[in-house]
């Protein structure tokens, strides 16, 4: 028998801790593989987290509510050694020695591979706080890896010198991404033929350098009311400071001529609900025109990383998504320029109506490059949204109103009704010059006031 470690998943590229909000299990309880364990809660996801192994649940070291960082060791799964090499990889297990337990500190100086060879029928002692981690080529643990890998993958990461920063390139075939055994072996034998390309780094920025926070004193008069921020506002607090430290933050603004575009829908709408089965808002066609201008304007679909910059080849575009609690998230519309609207409007009502029941899961929210967020949906013209951390850019579309403006006719000028919305580009101005910002933002209102009036749907 040996002892499976479950570590905090990293649940988005900006999230650094979570809240578990529910156990589905106990100690004692035998659990299947892919069984619910519990279940977390962030700034962007409800999620639950399922078990990568089989096994008893032996420990649990936090409670419902306990917010736990990414990484940390949650629970502990007494398993069966059997038909997986390298299974110990992840194990902690240490002889229990009175001697050693008077001795506490002889106990943290022993060397990994010390620890690794306790043997099994030797009582096994699990302290989260003396956890003694196994030295990997590939430093999983210790260098905060994006995601979880089991012991199987890690022992082939290391007899392959396969680097962490190559593991978290490989995409996973299983469950939330994870990457299986065909997904790394495939991996290596690319990486033989020369079809793999060098894998960028994670950043060494530290979680804690980014989510410092000054402390202001208010003063607080007769009759002022207190409230505690709840564990969404707080986290969504320090993500908004993060972003704000990180990127200097440049924003543009440019008024765009949407009457094609209001006349076709009012025209169109029953027609798609009856063909499709789904209604079509002004989102959808707003998400064809962003994915259309970014595949003009690739570095807007970028990621910082130190000194480096990541385009990315995918243009997977968040949408700005309220939640019956009142807070925003932003799922993720995979490969928008690649879909149509039709492929569009159905996945936005998707995400929606699961974001309004509190069913997204881990999955939609991750692998955002781009954000868009509907300041009209408040009523509001026009908005300075700050930037989804790691991406480049945010476009803020604001409230369509009638407007009188001057056309040219063949008989000269004409003060007439048109249709108009502003729309404001948020950028970071350590990747994107103003040039670069106000001409994409410029050519997505030239797609939308291109519209053709007498689409087909």
Known sequence: MSEFKIQMPKLGESVQEA??????????????????????????????????????????????????????????????????????????????DPEKEKEPEKEKELAPAQSLTAKTEDKVVVEPSEVVEPK????????????????????????????????????????????QKNDILSFVEGRKKGNVAPAVQPSEVKPDETQERPKITASLGSGDQIIEMDRVRKIIADHMVMSKKVSPHVTAVVEADVTNIVLWRTRIKDNFN????????????????????????????????????????????????????????????????????????????HLAEAARKNKLTVEDYQGGTFTITNFGSFRNLIGTPIINQPQVAILATGSIEKKPAVMET???????????????????????????????????????????GDREV
Do not use: C
């Not at 643990?141 to 993958?153: M, Q």
């Not at 690739?298 to 997977?316: A, E, G, Q, T």
């Not at 048109?418 to 994409?440: C, T």
């Open 410 to 452: 063949p008989t000269g000028d004409a003060i007439v009704v048109r249709h108009k919305m502003f729309l404001s580009l948020s950028y970071d101005h350590r990747v994107i010059d103003g040039a670069m910002g106000g001409a994409f933002l410029r050519r997505i209102a030239d797609i939308l006031e291109e519209f053709d």
């Open 136 to 179: 990997l080529l590939t430093d999983v643990n210790e260098t905060k890896a994006t995601r979880f890998y089991s012991p199987l993958v890690q022992s082939i990461a290391k007899s392959e010198q396969v680097n962490l920063g190559e593991l978290e390139s490989i995409k996973g075939s299983g469950l939330s991404g994870r990457v």
């Open 274 to 349: 009856t063909k499709y089965g789904e209604k079509i808002t002004y989102m959808p066609i707003f998400t064809e025109a962003v994915a259309r201008a970014i595949t003009e304007f690739p570095l807007l679909n970028s990621s910082v990383d130190n000194y480096k910059i990541i385009i990315h080849k995918d243009v997977n575009i968040a949408i700005a998504v309220a939640k019956p609690d009142g807070n925003l998230v932003a799922p993720v519309i995979k490969n928008a320029e690649q879909k149509n609207l039709v492929g569009l409007t159905k996945n936005l009502n």
């Open 19 to 96: 809240t578990i909000t529910k156990w589905f299990v106990k100690e004692g309880d035998r659990i299947e593989e892919d069984q619910s364990l519990f279940e977390v809660a962030t700034d962007k996801v409800d999620s639950e987290i399922p078990s990568p192994v089989d096994g008893v649940v032996k420990k649990i070291f936090f409670e419902v509510n306990a917010l736990v960082p990414v990484g940390e060791i949650v629970a502990v799964i007494t398993t069966d050694d059997e038909g997986e090499p390298g299974k110990d990889i992840e194990i902690n297990t240490v002889k229990s």
